[in-house]
């Protein structure tokens, strides 16, 4: 009876320290978790750049908020989750671990304690085997302890089976839950190689559109440049044209001018002609039909061109006075009807 005893407080002392140290494991766990969620979410988070805590063992890295835009934070909210339920699968793991081992335990202790007690059944089985002094009338109670002692041994197989059963049982949940833990990191980093997959081909995307955006821009700042190179031709262009024709412009009056000078000067100067100048007609037939009508009353007429028109005179006559004589006679004739003639001193093209 002491032995069962005995075996039974070993058997709870395992039980008992196995929980406390399951549910420390389960209540630290739950901690992490709880201090990962409470983080301030990178939405909300003043966009400040901190610097990360230095990670220990057996604490997760808990991230600071970096964001400088929308897909920045996205990202980092998803780190966050991931990070998690990384650390949930690694406490389910551990606690898994750790429920194996103290299955493990309890088994090694109920083994240890089956050996025990088989040991102590078979010290006093070959003690009382080897004993001669044993009294006839204890032979009785000899065979009922000798099949008390079968039954424990019995028993002691049975426990004995039994642990090993649940010893395989919690190996197998452990590989199990191993196995889980490994498939889960696995799809995480498959996952998180999709992901940053998916987020090169954006940043690429990105990249390709900016390069093309900045190669539109070119061509446009190009095609403006053109079109002002242009048009700074073209008023060049034009300027040196107006340029041009202002100067030729000038050198046509001028060599007006210099004629006119010319002429005044052989008028004032030179062999002087009198002539009697009758109009000035608009267009050189005005003029042949005023010329008709002169030349048909036996008067010598010369015509000239002038910038006004052309004009048409009678003479020349050798003075003045037989010039204006020459004009009285043209206004007096009605048939003419020549009012305004009047006397000019006038020289030739070609002696000019």
Do not use: C, H
């Given at each position: ?155 002691t197989d049975t426990l004995k089976i039994e ?190």
């Open positions: 009876m002491s032995m069962n005893n005995k075996q039974r407080w070993m058997g709870g002392v395992v039980l008992l320290g196995g929980g406390v140290l399951l549910a420390a494991l389960l209540l630290k766990g739950n901690e992490e978790i709880k201090q990962v969620e409470v983080q301030p979410d990178a939405s909300t988070a003043p966009k400040t750049q901190t610097k990360p805590k230095q990670a220990t063992e057996g604490q997760m890295v808990q991230l600071q908020p970096l964001a400088v835009d929308v897909e920045t934070e996205k990202r980092l909210l998803e780190e966050q989750r991931r990070s998690r339920e990384k650390a949930v699968a690694e406490q389910e793991a551990r606690a898994a671990e750790f429920l194996a081992m103290q299955q493990q335990a309890e088994a090694d202790a109920a083994r240890k304690a089956a050996a025990e007690y088989a040991a102590i059944n078979a010290r006093r089985t070959a003690a009382q085997e080897s004993s001669d002094n044993i009294p006839p009338e204890l032979v009785g109670e000899a065979k009922a302890k000798n099949q008390q002692t079968n039954v424990a041994n019995k028993t642990a090993d059963k649940k010893a395989a049982e919690a190996k197998r949940q452990a590989e199990a839950a191993k196995k889980a833990a490994e498939a889960k990191r696995q799809a995480e980093v498959d996952k998180k190689a999709s992901d940053t997959k998916r987020q090169a081909e954006a940043d690429k995307k990105a990249a390709d559109a900016k390069r093309q955006a900045e190669a539109d821009k070119k061509a446009a700042e190009a095609k403006r440049q053109a079109e002002a190179d242009k048009k700074a031709t073209e008023a060049k262009r034009q300027a040196e044209a107006d340029k041009k024709a202002s100067d030729a412009k000038r050198k046509a009056e001028a060599d007006k001018k210099a004629d006119a000078e010319k002429a005044r000067e052989l008028l004032e100067n030179g062999d002087k002609k009198w002539m009697v100048q009758v109009a000035l007609a608009a267009n050189q037939a005005n003029a042949d039909a005023v010329v008709s009508k002169l030349r048909a009353k036996g008067y010598k007429v010369t015509t000239s061109q002038t910038s006004k028109g052309v004009r048409i005179m009678v003479g020349p006559a050798k003075d003045r006075d037989t010039a204006d004589a020459a004009r009285k006679k043209i206004t007096s004739d009605s048939s003419l009807n020549m009012k305004s003639a009047w006397v000019i001193d006038w020289v030739p093209l070609d002696q000019r």
